[in-house]
């Protein structure tokens, strides 16, 4: 009989759900440990790129996701002032025939609920905030804020930029403040018909030291969404985010193109979120425990690929168990990080940068990224070159 390893993940954000559904399809025995009492729908979108979608394929739920979302034909970057068009990036059709699946954006809390659809009720306990951890060499003992315990073999660190499993590896350090913040609001498709413009399915306006990027988050088109990137070395708060003002935004966007300003005048409540980030971590794994997404590699959010990352780990974590097996879970975990390094590490600088799509550039190495098709990388090869 198969000897049938426990996983314990920590946090059940969209890397930390991912990995429990592709385990549990694996096989394996897994609960989620979730700090938050629930999950509410909060005001955001995201952008999922085909290189995600493929994974979305492999657990079964890429068609709900697709039904859900907007499919843009195009990613559009505009001059902020002018409005002229700096790049016209295509998706729809070319993205299914180029890249093998979808483009969409959708509403971060409705993607998040079809990613955890695949779970039963109590494969995540939610409540159980994480405070001690420690791997004794035979197994993880978790001692969670409410009192209670738990253990497992293998314990997955997928608990975010705040990672209390990264600062059981490696010590405590804050993450750093990168000096933006983002605006983000959602506007309703009733608010938004009030205004006379044309509301693309997915751009991006910029000026030197800012942007806007704005799509639908729905198939049918009624919920638009901005998310920004605005300077603000002032930020001191350690709240995640604050609440914003239409005023705020006038002003972060004075001189901005007219549809921004509508999109301005359409909304009816704004938030402001700290943008922060950490250097490449020197490691993302010791013995029995391992990282996963913003955990390992938190970036600023401009290439919206930090969930797709999250999520890519989890696909390749659970492929390399797969492959190894879980005796020799050691040699799992690194092939693991060898396989996710490099890429992770690339899409970390590059949406640090914010030069994603400014100007007509290939995406093919990103979006046409199939997980699943990539050889992977021998251990051995890689250590003697
Ligand atoms: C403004 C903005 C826009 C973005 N847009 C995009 C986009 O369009 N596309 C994209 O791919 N990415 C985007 N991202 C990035 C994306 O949100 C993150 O990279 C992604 O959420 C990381 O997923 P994760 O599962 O690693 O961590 P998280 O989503 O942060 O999940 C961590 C989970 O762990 C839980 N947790 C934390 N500590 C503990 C503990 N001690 N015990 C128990 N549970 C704990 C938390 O409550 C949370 O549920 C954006 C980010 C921002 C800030």
Redesign the pocket.
Known sequence: MKDKKTFAV?????????VAVLLKQAGFDVTV????PH?SRLG??????PN?MKIFRKMGIEEKVSIMSSHPDFWFSRDGLTGDYLSRIPLGDFALKEYGAAYV?IH?GDLHEVILSPLDEKDVVFG????EIEDTGDEVLMK??DGTHAKADFVIG????????RENLLGKEKPTYSGWV?H?ALITGEQLAKYQHNFEDCVKWWTEDRHM?VYFTTGRRDEYYY?T?VPDPDWNSDAPFVDSSKEEMKEAFVGYHDTVQALIDATTSVTK?P??NRSPLPLWRRNRMVL?????H????H?????????E??AMLVRCIEEVGTSDYQTAFELYEANRKDRATRVQANSNANTWLYTQEDPAWCFGYDLYAEPLKDLVKKELA
């Open positions: 920590i946090g059940a954000g969209l890397g930390g759900a991912a440990y979730e700090r938050a999950f955001a979108g995201i952008h999922m790129g995600v954006t971060r159980k905030h994480l405070e969670f804020a997928a608990d975010g930029i705040n990672s209390m499993v983002a983000r990027m998310v990137g979120w943008l922060k996963l997404g913003d955990a390992c938190p970036m600023k959010p290439m919206a690929q930090g969930g797709a990352m999250a999520i780990d989890a």
